[in-house]
């Protein structure tokens, strides 16, 4: 019992090892092979085809004001004196509806007049703050830059603005010309990007400053160089090469590709929690464990059972004599056991029947032991149909039998014993179409109130010795 627990026990840390260790290796596989498609396919992939959509979005903004400033239309009219506004607003008021941009402007340097394709033409003032934009953009070096304000001429509504430099012949200053989208209609522009990809999406400035975002997580004028975990990110680099990066923050592993837009002057940031695109294998992996431990229990149950019979078997054969099939004295210790028990609460009568087969060797030495084989084996199945189903019969040894006959009083016993030996002798035997005489000797003891049972046993041999030297084949009661 103690051997078939502790295999038990050892099949099943086996199984849990092995499934277990199959499992975590298969994850750790399938989370490196997820890892390697986001960080050499996803990202990359996903940067490029942002950046192409860039260049059809807010780069067509950048060459339409580009145009605009180089319209020799316009600085003609400037060269002029500006007369007649209504004919330079018609011209804004044209770019705006082709380009469907939100906006579109010009701002005279020699006049300082706004002129707007959505609103009354007015003078910009270096002393009011909202027109601070203006009397910078005027000092930058390159031809134009990007900003995104607030523009109380259309509402205060957040634009980008396109700010670009329009220059004279002799590269004289002139003034400033662009067209402004929406920042709503450029942040679901984003957000277009993120349900498209399924990524997380937002430009830096060189400085840090989120310029244009739609996440929440990353609200606008927000400096990545103060958020957590992504602050680690050096992202200097000016070049249009792809840049991979990774950061920790609150248990999750976020991977985050940037990218350098000159024509922006920003950063593109696209970034993807590899911790949530590693969750279905993570889920995958506690249900294969689940499944791993529900198929060890159900096989260390099977394992159980298969043990638990093969155990009554081994068993039920050490107790069972092979040869006749009945039982051996093993079996007989235990059952006489049980049956000496019941007599003493019953106050019952217990009776024995030493047999023992008259010349047996003989009958192997001249027949040979096939035959005496099959003499036991005949002589076992008379016993069978001789006594009744309560008394138990056991192979005692060589060609010796002992019955014990319950609930008998000596009459009953003798009789059974004679009517046991009469059959035996009857039946005979046959080998070889040769005729073997079987008889048997027989002791018989009534077991008295309280006797031990090696006494009794005692008593039904002698009498089974009386018996054979009286001349065998006969039955003697024991005194």
């Known amino acids: 019992m103690q051997n078939r627990h502790k295999l038990i026990l050892l099949i099943t840390l086996i199984l849990l090892s092995g499934f277990s260790l199959v499992s975590f290796l298969m994850y750790q596989v399938s989370k490196q092979s997820i890892h390697e498609a986001i960080t050499v396919n996803e990202l990359p992939l996903t940067t490029d085809s942002i950046y192409s959509e860039i260049q059809k979005d807010l780069i067509k903004s950048i060459n339409i004001s580009a145009m605009m400033a180089t319209n020799t239309f316009l600085i003609d009219w400037l060269l002029q004196g500006e007369k007649d506004d209504q004919i330079v607003k018609k011209y804004l008021q044209e770019v705006k509806q082709n380009s469907h941009a939100f906006t579109s402007f010009f701002v005279s340097e020699a006049t300082r007049n ?13 002393a009011v703050p909202a027109d601070a934009w203006y009397f910078h953009a005027r000092t930058i070096s390159e031809p134009y830059e990007l900003n995104v304000d607030e523009d109380a001429r259309l509402g205060n509504q957040l634009t980008i603005f396109v700010n670009y430099r329009v220059l004279d012949s002799s590269k004289r200053y002139l003034g400033m010309i662009g067209v402004g989208i929406n920042y709503d209609s450029a942040r679901k522009l984003l957000e277009n990007y993120e349900v498209r990809f399924k990524r997380k999406v937002y430009f830096v400035s060189d400085t840090g400053k989120i310029v244009l975002a739609s996440d929440v997580e ?38 985050v590709n940037v990218r350098y837009i000159p024509e922006l002057n920003w950063y ?50 050490a107790a069972i ?6 039982p051996n004295r093993k079996a007989f210790d235990i059952g006489m056991s049980v049956i000496l028990q019941e007599s003493e609460r019953n106050k019952t009568d217990v009776g024995i029947i030493l047999l023992d087969l008259d010349h ?13 084989d099959q003499v036991l084996k005949n002589v076992a199945t008379t016993l069978k149909s001789t006594v009744r189903a309560a008394d138990f019969i056991s192979r005692w040894g060589g060609e010796e039998f002992l019955i014990v006959v319950r609930d008998c009083g000596t009459g009953n016993l003798l009789s059974l014993a004679e009517s046991i030996r009469s059959a035996i002798e009857l039946k005979g035997d046959m080998h070889n179409k040769l005729s073997i005489n079987v008889t048997a000797s027989l002791g018989v003891a009534l077991r008295s109130y309280g006797e031990e049972l090696e006494h009794l046993i005692g008593r039904a041999d002698k009498a089974l010795y009386q018996a054979k030297g009286a001349g065998r084949n006969q039955v003697v009661l024991a005194s």
């Open 114 to 126: 706004y002129y707007s394709a959505s609103a009354e033409t007015k003078k910009v003032q270096e």
């Open 268 to 317: 593109l940031f696209v970034e993807k929690n590899e911790t949530e695109a590693t969750e279905n294998i993570t889920n995958s992996l506690y249900r294969n464990l689940l499944l791993c431990l529900a198929v060890t229990g159900l096989v260390v149950a099977l394992t159980n059972v298969a043990l638990k019979r093969y155990h009554l078997e081994v068993e039920s054969a």
């Open 321 to 326: 004599d092979k040869l006749t099939s009945l």
């Open 218 to 255: 990353r609200p606008l004028g927000s400096n990545v160089k103060d958020t957590l975990g992504i602050a680690q990110i050096n992202f200097n680099a000016r070049d249009q090469a792809t840049h991979s990066y990774a950061y920790d923050l609150k248990d999750t592993h976020h991977l």
């Open 360 to 372: 047996f060797k003989s009958i192997n030495d001249q027949y040979g032991h096939i035959a005496g």
